[in-house]
């Protein structure tokens, strides 16, 4: 079972790094294309809204195939996507190339939930969704810092050359690794809809969507933030974005133990933690130190969010769970694509980059309202079914 967990993890370590190591090469890649920073930003949109769209779509194709074929299928896309990147010979090309990348994303963290969390003990199952992510988050301490170095060094291109070999070694771990059989819930278009209607799971995935678009709303400016602010060089841009990594691991590991025991206790207190840490990066970003503790910080606390969040919509989700799982990294996505889209509007409209985190904690704030009103309803609900 864990080289089954490894072997997805692979696969997330791959796509997280193609999705986030664009930030710390928004300057080059504006640069070599010749297009502004806000519109480099855009391609992170693009990614995002292709998840969004894609991922439902797919998980609607893909219902009632095997789910080893299924998971392979989609990391071949990603090889794919990530190697018409490299070779995009402009700004309209790369942007389609990074949108074929996107399709696959959503389905395989939906897909990919579902059987590492069917994959271990019922106790246990936000723990081994957690060690899937795991890749995720090594992506951002180890394939976006180094990302960022190689491109910085040989070209934003190499890169995504870098990317596509993660790739084709994902498919050989998935291969050798993923069981052979793997159990599939049968279910019709019908019943997979259904989950959209169900109150519970709406406001989780809403409460995704404010906290990823919390995050993205500063993040995807963290390299100009951490130029032009901290005072950071291009290689310390490096350097800041591993301790961001490192943050968003030993959240990753966090919230899976968390969820497995007090769930919802969990998704309150790091909603308020997350808060608190962006709204305090307003000042710490004007100083090296405290810029990179409050990124430590910050890290570890949206990143607990997310297998919280994703074990949340496959319990409330259970008639459909691939569906339900999907629709959520869909809900993350929008989440990044609105973020960017709203920290683009801030920083457009004059407002200095050092206010811009003020931005990200009101987004963060709905996200902690959310989770109170969803506590609320399933109290007045436990207490109906009681009387």
């Known amino acids: 079972m864990p080289l089954a967990l490894f072997a997805l993890a692979v696969a997330a370590f791959g796509i997280g790094t193609t999705e986030f190591v664009i930030m710390g090469l928004l300057p080059d890649v504006a640069n070599d294309l010749h297009v502004s920073i806000p519109s480099a930003g855009l391609l992170i949109t693009g990614y995002a809204l292709g998840v969004v769209f894609g991922a439902p779509i797919l998980a609607i194709a893909t219902a009632n195939m095997p789910r080893r074929a299924t998971l392979l299928g989609m990391t071949l896309t990603f090889v794919l996507g990530n190697a018409l990147c490299a070779l995009a010979p402009n700004y309209t090309a790369l942007m389609s190339a990074r ?30 969704i957690a060690l899937m992510f795991t890749g995720l988050t090594l992506a951002n301490v180890l394939g976006v810092p180094l990302g960022t ?7 934003w291109r190499s890169t995504f ?27 019709n278009l019908a019943a997979e809809l259904r989950v959209l209607g169900k109150t519970n799971v709406l406001l989780a995935m809403a409460m995704s969507v404010m906290a990823s678009a919390s ?69 710490t970003s004007r100083s090296l ?39 959520n990294q869909s809900a993350f996505n929008l989440g990044n694509a609105t973020g960017a889209w709203i920290g683009g509007l801030v920083v457009g409209s004059g407002v200095q980059l050092t206010e811009l985190p003020w931005t990200g904690a009101a987004l963060a704030m709905l996200t902690l309202l959310t989770a109170l009103f969803y506590i609320y309803l399933q109290r007045r609900h436990a207490q109906t079914v009681g009387a």
């Not at 870098?162 to 819930?185: R, S």
């Not at 990753?252 to 962006?278: H, Q």
């Open 99 to 128: 949108v074929i990348t996107a399709l696959c994303h959503g389905a395989f963290f939906g897909i990919g939930s579902v059987v590492a969390a069917g994959l271990v003990a019922p106790n246990k199952r936000a723990q081994a």
């Open 149 to 155: 170095a190689l491109g910085q060094f040989a070209g």
């Open 161 to 187: 050359w870098a990317v596509t070999v993660i790739g084709l070694i994902a498919v050989v771990a998935q291969v050798a690794w993923l069981p052979k059989e793997i159990p599939l819930q049968r279910t």
């Open 215 to 283: 995050l993205f709303s500063v993040f995807t400016y963290i390299a100009p933030i951490l130029q032009d602010i901290t005072g950071v060089s291009p290689h310390g841009v490096t350097i800041m974005l591993l301790i961001f990594g490192v943050g968003l691991t030993v959240g990753s590991i966090l919230g899976g133990k968390l969820a497995d025991s007090r769930l919802l206790p969990s998704l309150v207190g790091m909603a308020l933690a997350t808060v608190l840490i962006v709204a305090a990066f307003s000042q």
């Open 289 to 327: 130190i405290p810029a990179a503790i409050t990124l430590f910080v910050w890290g570890v606390t949206a990143f607990a969010l997310c297998p919280i969040l994703q074990l949340m919509i496959i319990d409330q989700a259970h008639e459909a769970p691939n569906m339900g799982s999907t629709l």
